[in-house]
């Protein structure tokens, strides 16, 4: 049985914000389908009662001091921005215009 | 007249101290012979002619002394360099010029060592071939039909072509490891957290490590030693002092071993390897006991699982990382033409910016962390994660450090592993337990499997970094090194 069908993978793909071809879809659903198959082995592992590691490094809230300090300006900051407007980033349209 | 470009990073630096030769010769030795070779080799996404030279002249001028000064470097384009292109081999960021640069390139200009250029690699360093790169593939200088592994392919490759004495790498799951075997280079990945990632564009926050690639095991451990230590900037920076591994590799250089214990893997053993690679491996096994090593077979049990745990966790913090490429800060936008809201813009932007390997993952990430999977995907890899940590510290509980082969094959020919996108993943079976642990690991060239070079890896605990270049540099007085024939 597959593990993922190619509406999930449309579904995941708009999760993502990946405007797919259908082209994709179909080579993606079959490749992601062995992924998975091969990646779910970790199911085979009985860890019930085994902590979870999300980091190598056992640090939890890492502050640094609250002094000021050197950053970029805002020039520096947009220069690699596709659109900025008065200092500002700039994006397409998000309220129809009678909001 | 000695060819400049042939010598290690160490005597390099030794001649421009004492005014033998200049940083300015040397740096420019490297840029003549990148012009040479490199339309063949393809390392390079962009050199920095100028500024490489400018940072030469500040030591040639006695601005700069230090144990690197004058040494030209290559830096994997996945590290921020500031006013220098960096796009990390993606169509999202091509052209950008960061406003800053990473902690580790500070440390490198603060060192004095001119940076080349950027090297190729597989887009956002997910790839075991750079057959990924959105740019095409940079080619093997022992076969240039074949791949220089990956991710970071294009310095593993720029050191064995002589383009550069020393390179910057990033391994996330192997992408120094498994590069520097396949073109008969050291790549070493230092204990996470011992290398900053500030300024690294992040793939998989818990696993990256940025780390020193070279020639040779003494110029990957100089190397190594600019650029490691704490970073406030980092908020997983380990803040303890750097192993002394310069030391430890001058120490491993007099061919002595007597008393340190190699541990092989038990479960790693026949595990799809190729018979050049295994054959190869057990050569250096027997050199090393000639040294004095003892070998002890440990059973290390849930590295079987390290792949797909693996393969579940990278893509999850990948999703969640590559989030950040929407077409507003930085980068890429299409669709902007009025006819597309904020969101249709955000789509089409990264369906076109990023390359199908990136696709993938996010899509398996996405997967991974979406409620009614969380448990049984995400949840469960963190769990083996545990599982394999424990197993590394049980083991350094009977051994001084483990070895294996870097990766079960040399370097395959382009196109050969990209249909079944697991089939690329392979690559990385060895070299992955250690990020998983975040221990320290290195590759250093043992043999040639039919004309093409095999890695031999050596994992230490975490923080003992000093441990492996003690033995790599054993194993490497003893196998001696392995030089790629003329291009």
Redo the contacts between chains.
């Keep these: 049985m597959a593990a993922i069908s190619r509406e999930e993978v449309a579904h995941l793909a708009r999760l993502s914000r990946l405007a797919v071809t259908e082209e994709e879809l179909d080579r993606f659903a079959g490749q992601l389908d062995v992924i998975l198959q091969s990646v779910a082995r970790v199911g085979e592992v009985a860890a019930d009662d085994i902590p979870p590691t999300s980091h190598s490094v056992p640090l939890t809230n890492v502050y640094r001091e609250d002094v000021p300090a050197p950053s970029l300006t805002q020039e520096e900051a947009l220069s690699g921005a596709p659109d900025a407007y008065e200092g500002r980033f700039r994006v397409p349209r998000i309220l129809d215009e009678e909001d | 007249m000695t060819d400049l470009t042939r010598l290690s990073a160490a005597s390099l630096a030794a001649k421009i101290a004492s005014k033998e030769v200049s940083a300015v010769e040397v740096t420019t030795a490297h840029l003549d012979r990148i012009a040479a070779v490199d339309p063949r080799v393809h390392a390079f996404l962009h050199v920095d002619r100028e500024g490489a030279l400018d940072a030469a002249r500040k030591v040639d001028a006695g601005e700069i002394t230090g144990p690197l000064a004058g040494v030209p470097i290559a830096v994997k384009d996945v590290v921020t360099t500031k006013g220098v292109p960096t796009t990390a081999a993606s169509k999202i960021l091509e052209g950008?010029?960061?406003?800053?640069d990473a902690t580790i390139v500070e440390r490198l200009k603060k060192a004095g060592m001119p940076i080349l250029g950027k090297t190729n690699m597989d887009e956002f360093a997910m790839g075991s071939s750079t057959e990924y790169s959105a740019y095409g593939a940079t080619n093997n200088p022992w076969d240039l039909g074949r791949i220089p592994g990956g991710s970071g392919g294009g310095s593993a490759a720029a050191l064995a072509a002589y383009e550069a004495p020393l390179a910057i790498g990033t391994d996330t799951g192997g992408s120094i490891r498994q590069p520097g075997a396949v073109t008969g280079t050291v790549g070493a990945k230092p204990t996470?957290?011992g290398t900053s990632r500030y300024g690294l564009i992040a793939f998989s926050s818990?696993l990256d490590t940025p780390g020193p690639c070279g020639r040779t095991v003494e110029d990957t451990a100089l190397l190594h030693s600019v650029m490691a230590g704490y970073d406030?900037r980092d908020?997983?920076s380990?803040n303890q002092p750097v192993p002394d591994v310069i030391k430890a590799a001058q120490l491993g250089k007099n061919g002595d071993l007597s008393g340190v214990k190699l541990g092989v893997v038990k479960e790693f053993a026949g595990d799809g390897s190729e018979p050049g690679v295994l054959s190869a491996f057990k050569d250096s096994l027997e050199a090393l006991v000639k040294l004095g090593a003892e070998i002890v077979e440990v059973s290390c049990p849930?590295f079987q699982?390290a792949?797909?745990?693996y393969?579940?966790i990278a893509p999850s913090e990948a999703?969640s990382n590559l989030?950040r490429f929407?077409?507003?800060?930085?980068?890429?936008?299409e669709g902007?033409n009025?006819s597309?809201?904020?969101?249709?813009?955000?789509?089409?932007t990264?369906?076109g910016g990023?390359g199908?390997e990136v696709?993938?993952r996010?899509?398996?990430g996405?997967?991974a962390l979406?409620s009614g999977y969380y448990d049984?995907?995400y949840?469960?890899?963190?769990?083996?994660?545990?599982?394999i940590?424990r197993d590394f510290q049980s083991a350094f509980e009977q051994v001084d450090v483990l070895v294996s082969p870097t990766t079960p094959f040399v370097a395959f020919p382009f196109g050969s592993r990209t249909s079944?996108?697991?089939q690329m993943?392979l690559a990385d079976l060895f070299t992955i337990p250690t990020n998983?642990?975040?221990?320290p690991a290195i590759s250093v060239p043992c043999g040639l499997s039919e004309g093409l070079p095999v890695g031999f890896q050596i994992m230490a605990p975490?923080m003992a970094d000093d441990r492996m270049y003690r033995v790599a540099a054993a194993l490497e007085s003893a196998v001696g090194s392995f030089t790629p024939p003329e291009l």
Excluded: C
């Design positions: 950008w010029k960061p406003p800053y996470y957290g818990s406030p908020s997983t380990i849930n699982y792949l797909p745990a393969y579940l999703s989030a929407d077409g507003v800060r930085y980068g890429l936008r902007d009025g597309h809201s904020l969101e249709e813009v955000m789509s089409l990264r369906e990023f199908p696709k993938r996010i899509i398996i996405t997967y979406s049984a995907y949840g469960q890899a963190q769990k083996v994660r545990t599982l940590t079944d996108p697991y993943y998983l642990y975040g221990g975490t």
